[in-house]
């Protein structure tokens, strides 16, 4: 790996690994504590519609993602808090309709040469230094924003309602923060794909979980197994000739796994030894 590492490709992949990490622990746990990972899911699979319009258009494909993305998160957003009951199956027509048009307006873009795979699965071998640069200025923007309203994202995501009693606005921050979803979808794009966002959102925030009991602590932890995860899987990727996307995917997956199994025995463990115990009554 060390080789690898004087191949430019390879440290803007391992950089652009880190800068999604960092900003999928944090987003993602917010996702996971919100109970809206349906939504991310909708949301990036939506985004698919804003790179068959980027290409039909000849715009770089970020800013008909970006576009079509937050178009997606305040469709979703005004659902959610207008009709919550009908919220499933906006999201269902919201996702299917932005892949569909996705594909339809590729179909229709003169000379169309695009790799499929590398927006579906991820292509974080070919990330350019100017896409580094945008993670780095997205990543800044969350990590602040979150940061100065740590204390009423924390309020919303354990007692809505008594953060509304507490004046905290509640609907702004559930808007800015499927904004930041939709912001998050455009960055991991380029790493793992659109099909596989909703894995690096949710799996490590999910392993944090249980292992933390705090909201920062969550985040940080979640963080670190995302970048473990990623350079793990780009590790493998590159050392057996994989798809990175997916094997980044697959690292991640053993770890839910793995942290499955251990919530599975732990309570056996705890059993056995308070069986063994020689009560001295």
Excluded at 58 to 63: D, E, S
Excluded at 110 to 130: C, H, K, Q, R, T
């Amino acid at each position: 790996m060390w080789e690898a590492l004087q191949l430019e490709f390879v440290r803007n992949a391992l950089m652009a690994g880190v800068l999604v990490s960092v900003v999928c622990g944090v987003i993602g746990t917010l996702v996971v504590v919100n109970r809206i990972v349906f939504l991310a899911g909708g949301i990036a699979h939506a985004a698919y519609g804003g790179i068959g319009l980027a290409f039909f258009m000849g715009w770089p494909y970020a800013v008909g993602t970006t576009g079509v993305s937050i178009l997606s998160a305040g469709v979703m957003a005004a659902v959610t808090l207008k009709a919550r009951h009908r919220v499933d199956a906006m999201v269902g027509v919201i996702w299917a309709v932005g892949m569909a048009i996705g594909v339809v307006l590729l179909d229709l873009t003169p000379g169309y040469n695009v790799d499929l795979m590398s927006y579906l699965f991820g292509s974080i071998l070919a990330v350019p230094v100017s896409d580094l640069w945008q993670m780095a200025a997205i990543g800044i923007a969350v990590i602040a924003i979150v940061t100065y309203y740590y204390n009423d994202f924390l309020a919303m995501s354990y007692d809505d309602e008594f953060a509304r009693l507490r004046n905290v606005p509640v609907t702004f921050l559930y808007c800015l923060l499927l904004g930041m979803v939709a912001l998050t979808v455009v960055m991991i794009i380029r790493v793992v794909g659109l099909i596989l966002v909703i894995a690096l959102l949710t799996i490590p925030p999910f392993i944090a979980e249980k292992f933390t009991g705090s909201l920062r602590a969550m985040m940080v932890l979640s963080s670190i197994l995302s970048c473990l995860f990623t350079i793990t899987g780009l590790w493998l990727s590159y050392l057996f000739n994989l798809t990175s996307g997916a094997t980044i995917i697959l690292v991640a997956a053993a770890g839910f796994f793995t942290s499955a199994l251990w919530d599975y025995l732990k309570p056996r463990r705890s059993a056995d030894q308070s069986a063994g115990t020689v009560n001295p009554a």
